[in-house]
T-cell receptor, first 112, second 111 residues
Framework: GAVVSQHPSWVICKSGTSVKIECRSL??????MFWYRQFPKQSLMLMAT?????????EQGVEKDKFLINHASLTLSTLTVTSAHPEDSSFYIC????????FGPGTRLTVL | GIQVEQSPPDLILQEGANSTLRCNFS?????LQWFHQNPWGQLINLFY???GTKQNGRLSATTVATERYSLLYISSSQTTDSGVYFC?????????????FGQGTELSVKP
């Protein structure tokens, strides 16, 4: 149990385009999901907390207009990177809260 | 905010050796989790351990909340144990809480 999926697992896009990443809890319902970002050889940095049916809470320094988060149901949260630039290239990981946090496999974004 | 420090940052072991990884945190925590990040980036839950001791096969963990540290023990290490080990703490005393991660310990187990 407690499986979290992410789609896509990797994506390459051109600068200026938008990319949507989906995070799903497959066998449990999650009121709260989280989005993290990880650069090579670094730790995970929390970007935002996503609560079902309400607006996301963003960490300091994270642009809410650039990283749009929607938590439309108890099993799905989406992160949209708008007008992507090369500096947005990173590994994006979501997690879902069910007692403890369970993590998705991550999405590797490369912006050309 | 809370500081989470892990040591050592890097560790190289011969297969079969034992090791201890440490996680210090600077304030009271609601919960603490240990993860193993495999080479493909997936975080695997090892322990959910706000206090006390737990064991799962060759791995065990102890958290001493009053002294603000946690230890992860790996016995009889195998090459598949290689990867990065993170501890993360939850300081939100309300419903659910965001995790603050340490910088990780990168473990390499040689055959």
């Amino acid at each position: 149990g407690a499986v979290v999926s992410q789609h896509p697992s990797w994506v390459i896009c051109k600068s200026g385009t938008s990319v949507k990443i989906e995070c799903r809890s497959l066998d449990f319902q999650a009121t709260t999901m989280f989005w993290y970002r990880q650069f090579p050889k670094q730790s995970l940095m929390l970007m935002a907390t996503s609560n079902e049916g309400s607006k996301a809470t963003y960490e300091q320094g994270v642009e809410k207009d650039k990283f749009l988060i929607n938590h439309a149901s108890l099993t799905l949260s989406t992160l949209t990177v708008t007008s992507a630039h090369p500096e947005d290239s990173s590994f994006y990981i979501c997690s879902a809260q069910w007692g403890e946090q369970f993590f998705g496999p991550g999405t590797r974004l490369t912006v050309l | 905010g809370i500081q989470v420090e892990q040591s050592p940052p890097d560790l190289i072991l011969q297969e079969g050796a034992n090791s201890t990884l440490r996680c210090n945190f600077s304030d009271s925590v609601n919960n603490l989790q240990w993860f193993h990040q495999n080479p493909w980036g997936q975080l695997i839950n090892l322990f959910y351990i706000p206090s006390g001791t737990k064991q799962n096969g060759r791995l065990s963990a102890t958290t001493v909340a009053t002294e603000r540290y946690s230890l992860l023990y790996i016995s009889s290490s195998q090459t598949t144990d290689s990867g990065v080990y993170f501890c993360a703490v939850d300081t939100d005393y309300n419903q659910g809480g965001k995790l603050i991660f340490g910088q990780g310990t990168e473990l390499s187990v040689k055959p």
